[in-house]
């Protein structure tokens, strides 16, 4: 059975610019989270996707936006690009939103913005 | 609000040994799940154990297993045995019943031959 799988695994883009990053949740899965990891720091919560809808978002400017598709893989958009935007991505699927099933995570997309 | 805390920014430990890695929990929900992650350099996180909060028994896994004090509100990860291979970045999550994920900054452990 595949795994979650993103793409790419790198992407190098320049300030201003607007980045799209893609998962594919693992059969089955409908809950879809996105995170953002910096060089060397923990993760940081991003979005939260069930069924297709937004339930949740962190601390996180509007620039940063995604959806969830019918087949339940998702993208995650970032406009406006700026240096800080520079980290891993990191995607991750569950069974749905019940508190007892565990997160599987893709490989990371490493965004460089020069 | 939901929080994690991990106080340990690096561990070390010697081949064939156990250690501890800690991680307390604030969450005001009855019900919410708690989970250990590994990373290593190459990134990608591994799903390593899952505690309910309901749960009576720690759970474990393998070499893994986990000190669940709720009263405490700590949940912390013993691997024993430890192996050149458990090098990596360990992260504490919990979910509660706001279904956001959320984890803790992370503990570097290294283990020396």
């Known amino acids: 059975e595949a795994g979650v799988t993103q793409s790419p695994t790198h992407l190098i883009k320049t300030r201003g610019q607007q980045a799209t990053l893609r998962c594919s949740p693992i059969?089955?899965?409908?809950?879809v989270y996105w995170y953002q990891q910096a060089l060397g720091l923990g993760l940081q919560f991003l979005l939260w996707?069930?069924?297709?809808?937004?339930?949740n978002r962190g601390n996180f400017p509007p620039r940063f936006s995604g959806r969830q598709f019918p087949n339940y893989s998702s993208e995650l958009n970032v406009n406006a690009l700026e240096l800080e935007d520079s980290a891993l991505y990191l995607c991750?699927?569950?069974?749905?939103?019940?508190?007892?099933?565990?997160?599987?995570f893709g490989q990371g997309t490493r965004l460089t913005v020069v | 609000a939901q929080k994690i805390t991990q106080t340990q920014p690096g561990m070390f430990v010697q081949e064939k040994e156990a250690v501890t890695l800690d991680c307390t929990y604030d969450?005001?929900?009855?019900?919410?799940?708690l989970f250990w992650y590994k990373q290593p350099s190459s990134g990608e996180m591994i799903f390593l154990i899952y505690?309910?909060?309901?749960?009576?028994q720690n759970a474990t896994e393998g070499r893994y297993s986990l000190n669940f004090q709720k009263a405490r509100k700590s949940a912390n990860l013993v691997i024993s045995a430890s192996q050149l291979g458990d090098s990596a970045m360990y992260f504490c999550?919990?979910?509660?019943?706001?279904?956001?994920?959320?984890f803790g900054s992370g503990t570097r452990l290294l283990v020396r031959p």
């Open positions: 969450t005001s929900d009855p019900s919410y799940g």
């Open positions: 505690q309910g909060s309901y749960d009576q």
């Open positions: 059969s089955g899965h409908t809950s």
């Open positions: 991750a699927s569950s069974l749905g939103s019940v508190g007892d099933t565990e997160a599987f």
């Open positions: 999550a919990m979910r509660d019943s706001s279904y956001k994920l959320i």
């Open positions: 996707y069930d069924e297709g809808e937004e339930r």
